[in-house]
């Protein structure tokens, strides 16, 4: 468990350079913005302690903040996502629960677990991050609308380096 941690380091520091250099600039068609950095806390273990991963969350997001000037948006959604994770791991777990070692990566909890997890966390971000952002309701759609397809961005992103960082079954 312990030897997970310093790769999930290294992950932090090239997802964070990679968004702030790269998928900050990117706008879709004017309004798809992909999220790729929150990555990091979908990998952190599943019998990680709630107030760790709140923390990470924290850190993570005022690192994105002081590097795009955003004024707390990330720090909110990332701690946000951070509270919730313990609660959808909760809700999708197995009946036979969670192995002692488990580990919330596509090889080892299946396509359909990894995407109902994934897919709730970072909707529940980008829902967060977009409506603080705007922090109005008078374009509502409009937003939700600019929430479905940066999710949408972001979970192929996600899904597509979840496969390619995996490593092969034995």
Known sequence: MARKYPS????????????????????????????????????L????????GLVAGFILGITVDIFTDTLGLHTASTVTLAFFR??????????????ADA???????????YIRYSGLLVFIHHLMLFYLEVFRFSGFFQTLSRVFFSWLASMVL????QVLIQ???K
């Open 167 to 169: 490593k092969p079954q």
């Open 86 to 99: 313990p609660v959808i791991l909760r809700i999708i777990s197995p009946r036979e629960g969670y192995d």
């Open 8 to 43: 999930i380091l290294v992950w932090t520091i090239l997802l964070l350079v990679f968004q702030i250099l790269v998928l900050n600039n990117v706008y879709l068609f004017g309004f798809i913005n992909p999220y790729i950095y929150i990555f990091v806390l979908l990998i």
């Open 45 to 52: 273990p599943i019998d990680l302690r709630p107030w760790i």
């Open 103 to 113: 580990r919330p990566d596509l090889s080892e909890m299946g396509f359909y677990w």
């Open 158 to 161: 996600i899904i597509l380096f």
